[in-house]
């Protein structure tokens, strides 16, 4: 069965910092996808990041990075010099290889960037 | 190009009634999902309708269903409500080109009370 932990349930920090939110799973496919998403208080959650388990390279996109590591079964994420736009729910998900769209979700972490 | 749109945004119901949430997908989003999100549960998958056919279902009772229409608009019925039914109910579409990594597009919620 595939499942997705995010232990950390809420992080605060000051603006400027860096954050790092953990993100584990599990699957026994081979082939399978991550995602990040960040929920703000309006409700819908917006697509941030993707990264596919054939690709471990990880990148930086602005003030996003993404730490894949197969060997952990670990697909962190990084917000560097965080805005207070930045306070949100974070939610990590995984993806099997079908055409089907039925993506499991980590519990979310919530996260408060304080001015 | 608009975004996902459900409607109504809120919704206030009893127990044993029954309930039908909309979902209109972005233009030439051929697939549609379901998501119920719970403080206690977290996201959880309802269904995907693709092509007016249910392509994935969750582990739901029967009691919530759901049907795409030809222009790929989607509807979720929810019959004999229960107390435990109150949740934020997501939509979200894709394009469903045939690519397993698509991401998900998420409308904002129906927020659905049962009293």
């Known amino acids: 069965a595939q499942k997705v932990t995010q232990a950390q349930t809420e992080i605060s920090v000051v603006e400027k910092e860096d954050v790092t939110l953990d993100c584990v799973y599990e699957?026994?496919?081979?082939?399978?996808?991550l995602f990040w998403y960040k929920q703000p208080p309006s409700g819908e959650l917006v697509f941030l990041i993707r990264?596919?388990?054939?690709?471990?390279q990880n990148e930086i996109s602005g003030r996003y990075s993404w730490n894949f590591q197969k060997s952990t079964s670990s697909f962190n994420f990084t917000i560097t010099a965080s805005q207070v736009v930045d306070s949100a729910v974070y939610f990590c998900?995984?993806?099997?290889?079908?055409?089907?769209?039925?993506?499991?979700f980590g519990p979310g972490t919530r996260l408060s960037v304080l001015p | 190009k608009a975004g996902v749109t459900q409607t109504p945004r809120y919704l206030i119901k009893t127990r044993g009634q029954q309930v039908t949430l909309s979902c209109s997908p972005i233009?030439?989003?051929?697939?549609v999902s379901w998501y119920q999100q719970t403080p206690g549960q977290g996201l959880q998958f309802l269904f995907e309708?693709?092509?007016?056919?249910?392509?994935n279902k969750g582990n739901f009772p029967g009691r919530f269903s759901g049907r795409q229409f030809s222009n790929s608009r989607s509807e979720m019925n929810v019959s004999t409500l229960e107390l435990g039914d109150s949740a934020l109910y997501l939509c979200?579409?894709?394009?469903?080109?045939?690519?397993?990594?698509?991401?998900?597009?998420f409308g904002s919620g129906t927020q659905l009370s049962v009293l």
């Open positions: 979200a579409s894709s394009l469903a080109q045939g690519n397993s990594n698509e991401k998900l597009f």
């Open positions: 699957t026994r496919d081979t082939t399978y996808y």
């Open positions: 990264r596919n388990s054939f690709d471990e």
């Open positions: 998900a995984l993806k099997e290889d079908n055409y089907g769209q039925n993506f499991v």
């Open positions: 233009s030439g989003h051929r697939s």
């Open positions: 309708y693709f092509s007016e056919t249910q392509r």
